[in-house]
């Protein structure tokens, strides 16, 4: 028996963007944008926290709530507390429930990306300094349509 492994109906967001707010103007905020005129359900900060949430409990949520998370990664993700939070649960989900993980470099190097986490260095990404925004929002728009026809066996 098949059955879809990433099915929209099962989750309220196709995407979860992390990103660390050094990166918000110049890449996370632009892509969110447009993944939403792309018509897409996007998980992002500025879409999803009001003043009195519990970020943690929000966070979590948001993450548990999307079946592929976008990774910006810079020096800046790198060390931070919510950004680590929030890579390590979707490294996590990857693994045990097939969500996929859209690696964005910007300003950093494959070899700072594995000095990082190596693993991370392993899954195909997208670079600002090889691709603008709108063509990385164009290639996960994408994939993320193409998740409902994707089948695995039961």
Known sequence: MARH???????????????AS????????????LLREFGLRVWFDEFELRIGDNLTAKLNAGINESRSG?????KDFFGKNWTEHELNTLENLAVTANHVLFPVWHKITEAEIRAYRASLANIVARSTATHTVKEIANEIHEVISDFDVLDIDE
């Open 5 to 19: 492994i990433l099915s929209k109906d099962r989750y309220e967001y196709d995407v979860f963007l992390s990103h």
């Open 70 to 74: 976008i990774l910006i990664l810079s």
């Open 22 to 33: 050094e990166d918000k103007d110049e890449v996370a905020r632009p892509l969110a944008m």
